[in-house]
């Protein structure tokens, strides 16, 4: 009975970009691949935050990951340093 409330309110995507996808529709559809600035960590595209209690160590997570970055060490880091692009921003 769900399913044919859902395909009776199925809603028109070429008209409307706003609609409810089901699970089955994510799983669907095919990802494109991540790109990382840190490996497994910062995603070249979005957003990333870093949120904990005081005293946690949140400061040097971002010391650390801004060594990661660095051009001359490339341990932790898929970037090509020759690559164009912003740097990481952090508000402390």
């Not at 028109?12 to 994510?26: A, C, G, H, I, Q």
């Not at 497994?40 to 005293?55: F, K, N, R, T």
Request: glycine share 6%; net charge negative; aromatic share 6%.
């Amino acid at each position: 009975m769900i399913s044919q409330v859902y395909e009776l309110c199925k809603p028109d995507v070429e008209s409307n970009p706003f609609y409810v996808l089901s699970l089955s529709d994510l799983l669907s559809r095919e990802q494109e691949p991540v790109r990382w600035v840190v490996n497994g960590l910062v995603p070249h595209e979005g957003i990333s935050l870093i949120a904990a209690d005081a005293g946690i160590g949140k400061t040097w997570l971002v010391l650390h990951l801004a060594l990661c970055v660095d051009p001359d060490d490339r341990h932790h880091s898929d970037r090509d340093p020759r690559a164009a692009g912003p740097g990481p921003r952090s508000a402390l």
